[in-house]
């Protein structure tokens, strides 16, 4: 059981980017879980319990490894928290017998289940399965109309589906009936997948939009002569990226903390970016560290093109034990186990949406939405946007404490599904990566993945209109219906065992 439980751990983690493979081998998510199936096979609750925690703690532990020089007690208690996804799913496992496609359907159900309250657990992280698919741009489509739960559904309806036909090879009917359940959803699923890229057609002018990959170490002491070096650093870098570009760029954006201090505050450093503003005739988007009276934020500041403050965004979603602790009694009593300290940031206000604006040189006013670091995995912040009239969404990040490339690469796919499921493009500005573009249908047009952790600009003309997103008006109704139809198959079953 313990082996065959480990090899699923194993295949997961392979599944998703990792010290082998940048980009992941997203095809070994479509077989991961069937010697976990295995495992649980005819197992009792406590047996299946042990092994669901046993196979999440696993996976998780080399899943976000990454996060060990950051924080050791963080990345403890966040695979902890993570393990939780195997230990309900391992408790609602409970196939039909006799009943190959109605089990197909349930599994993968529970399995969204246990996704969708981990992701309450997390605070509305939505880090999912599904993303190990973010680059196979036809299958994302989906999540355009039922959101990342309806890939993951998918990639348990295909192991669960195998898994069956491996268990009784001789049993032809049963295999039948499990593999055409799969295979009828596959086909729907990439079949709305290549019509929605075959008809997807921007026609709208251009915003150009100039991108910053800094490379800056901001480990250390922050003396004030360390941080005017920094964005004396920048400033020559934005002037590279202004001149290489074909057009004045409307927006320039600099990444997550690129001013690490309160530049608004000092006379000097607010001189110099209103100075770069006038004198590039663009608006600026930059990261800082903003304090006001309710304390220290993690903030993206819009300065118009007179260099004047036009708007200011506090992050809303702060991570759990890096950036503050959560008042509830779990995460108190994991910090206190693990001893952890984290910064006393303080999160923004509802009534700062994060909704900001340009005006264009031709007379058009564009509307975006502005998301720092961790936020591009909280699903309902992009849909806010949306409904708010965002016609793209800009992704702030410093990433510098990643020690492994694989890291960046899955943290940038969690924007990759938000692109796709609310059909705009995101802008991802971050200090070491991975900085670039995601179009409205979650693809990235060139290989900009190979930049990371250089120092690097990037000049884009982002059409900036906006498609029609059903998700956005259904939300996680998926995940609902997986919880109804889960908890209905649990009655169903019960009563008749008793009968």
Not at 141 to 158: C, K, W, Y
Not at 276 to 289: D, P
Not at 436 to 453: A, C, N, P, R
Not at 474 to 487: H, K, N, P
């Amino acid at each position: 059981m313990i082996l065959s439980i480990l090899i699923s751990a194993v295949l997961y983690y392979l599944s998703f980017p990792n010290v082998i493979s940048l980009y992941g081998f997203s095809w070994l998510a479509w077989v991961f879980a069937i010697p976990f199936f295995f495992a649980l096979q005819d197992k009792d609750l406590l047996s299946r319990l042990r092994g669901g925690f046993i196979f999440g703690l696993a996976a998780n532990l080399v899943a976000v490894n990454w996060m060990i020089p950051y924080s050791l007690p963080g990345y403890l208690l966040l695979s902890l928290v993570l393990a939780s996804q195997g230990v309900i799913f391992a408790a609602l496992y409970h196939p039909l017998k006799n009943r190959p496609a109605l089990s197909v359907l349930y599994v993968a159900g529970a399995w969204v289940v246990s996704e969708y309250f981990r992701k309450l657990l997390m605070l509305g992280e939505s880090w999912n399965l599904a993303h190990t698919q973010t680059f196979d741009v036809p299958l994302l489509q989906i999540t355009g109309v039922l959101g990342s739960s309806a890939v993951s559904f998918l990639l348990i309806v295909v192991n669960y589906a195998l898994y069956i036909v491996l268990r009784r090879p001789q049993d032809l009917k049963m295999n039948v009936r499990a593999m055409l359940a799969a295979v009828v959803l596959l086909a729907v699923v990439y079949g709305y997948g290549f019509m929605k890229l075959v008809t997807n057609v921007v026609t709208m002018k251009p915003v150009n939009i100039c991108v910053l990959q800094t490379d800056q170490d901001y480990h250390g002491d922050l003396t004030d002569d360390r941080v005017s070096k920094i964005v004396d650093a920048n400033i020559v870098l934005t002037g590279e990226a202004v001149a290489a570009a074909r057009e004045k760029p409307d927006l320039i954006v600099w990444p997550e903390t690129a001013i690490p201090t309160d530049f608004l505050q000092d006379p000097e450093l607010r001189m110099k970016m209103a100075a770069l503003a006038q004198e590039t005739g663009s608006y600026f988007l930059v990261g800082a560290a903003i304090r006001d009276e309710a304390g220290q934020h993690n903030s993206a500041v819009l300065l118009d093109r007179g260099g004047e403050v036009q708007q200011i965004y506090h992050k809303r979603h702060l991570i759990p034990l890096t950036e503050f602790v959560p008042g509830t009694w779990f995460w108190k009593m994991f910090a206190n186990i693990f001893q952890v300290e984290a910064p006393a940031l303080v999160e923004g206000k509802e009534n700062n949406a994060g909704i900001m604006e340009l005006r264009l040189r031709d007379g058009r006013t564009v509307r975006f939405g502005v998301a720092i670091c961790s936020e591009d995995n909280i699903d309902t912040v992009f849909r806010e946007y949306y409904r708010k009239g965002a016609q793209f969404v800009v992704v702030l990040l410093n990433n510098g404490w990643f020690t492994q490339k694989a890291g960046f690469v899955m943290h940038a796919q969690h924007s990759m599904v938000r692109a796709a499921e609310n059909r705009f493009p995101v802008i991802r500005s971050a200090n070491h990566g991975w900085s670039g573009l995601i179009d409205e249908v979650g693809g990235t047009k060139e290989d900009t993945m190979q930049s990371l952790g250089e120092k690097r600009f990037f000049n884009y003309e982002l059409a900036s209109g906006r498609k029609k997103s059903p998700y956005n008006n259904l939300g996680d109704t998926f995940c609902f219906l997986c919880v109804g139809f889960v908890i209905l198959i649990q009655l169903i079953t019960t009563i008749k065992v008793k009968k």
